[in-house]
């Protein structure tokens, strides 16, 4: 078993959807980072939490450390979205990565 | 600022050669991570270094090394290029002033393939 499961691992949605991406862990964390990676391989960083909710713009993020698991909302999706979402975790230095979660959304 | 630089952007060599990768963090930024990412794979870490000291590595055989020099900047090299090698080498960069997770900036990447 991964360290970090992803899922889903493809999602497709209708532009102003709600969106839903979620990740679980098993490990001890520091930290817990969503990251966006749109085709072409730059990466961004969303969010990085430790614990409760963050939120920007559309995007909302929340952990729930007792349970090892967050999740990753977009609101009022947009085809600007489309991207491969991951969530990694932090501990010693060191992130570990789920596979991601290809987002396609259409007009 | 500049953002993190990564040189060269895309690379070609055969098996059994060697590879050093460049990376030059954001000004004021003392961590350097780098990570590998493959379609198979995903992503994955491989070292990180703070004050040109390397306090994590990934499970990466011995063929992967890396160093950070004095102004941050960090380097990897990869000896006995084999075709599994091919991939996305990305590093990124952080502030690390508190010691704990911090936001990490990505480099664009180097794009490496082994024929």
């Known amino acids: 078993k991964n360290e970090v499961e992803q899922s889903p691992q493809n999602l497709t949605a209708q532009e102003g959807e709600f969106i839903t991406i979620n990740c679980s862990y098993s490990?001890?964390?520091?930290?817990l980072h969503w990251l966006q990676q749109h085709p072409g391989g730059g990466i961004v960083s969303l969010f990085m939490?430790?614990?409760g909710k963050k939120k920007h713009g559309r995007l909302i993020a929340t952990i729930n450390i007792q349970e090892k698991h967050s999740s990753l909302h977009i609101t009022a999706s947009h085809p600007r979205d489309s991207a491969v979402y991951i969530c990694?975790?932090?501990?010693?230095?060191?992130?570990?990565f789920g596979k991601g979660t290809l987002l396609t959304v259409n007009p | 600022k500049a953002g993190v630089t990564q040189t060269p952007r895309y690379l070609i060599k055969t098996r059994g050669q060697q590879v050093t990768l460049s990376c030059s963090p954001i000004?004021?930024?003392?961590?350097v991570s780098w990570y590998q990412q493959t379609p198979g794979q995903g992503l994955q870490f491989l070292f990180e270094?703070?004050?040109?000291?390397?306090?994590n590595k990934g499970n990466f055989p011995g063929r992967f090394s890396g160093r950070q020099f004095s102004n941050s900047r960090s380097e990897m090299n990869v000896s006995t290029l084999e075709l599994g090698d091919s991939a996305l080498y990305l590093c990124?960069?952080?502030?690390?002033?508190?010691?704990?997770?911090?936001?990490?900036?990505f480099g664009p990447g180097t794009r490496l393939l082994v024929l």
């Open positions: 990124a960069s952080s502030l690390n002033t508190q010691g704990g997770a911090e936001t990490q900036y």
């Open positions: 490990v001890g964390i520091s930290a």
């Open positions: 939490l430790s614990s």
């Open positions: 990694a975790v932090d501990s010693n230095y060191k992130l570990t």
């Open positions: 000004s004021g930024h003392r961590s």
């Open positions: 270094y703070f004050s040109e000291t390397q306090r």
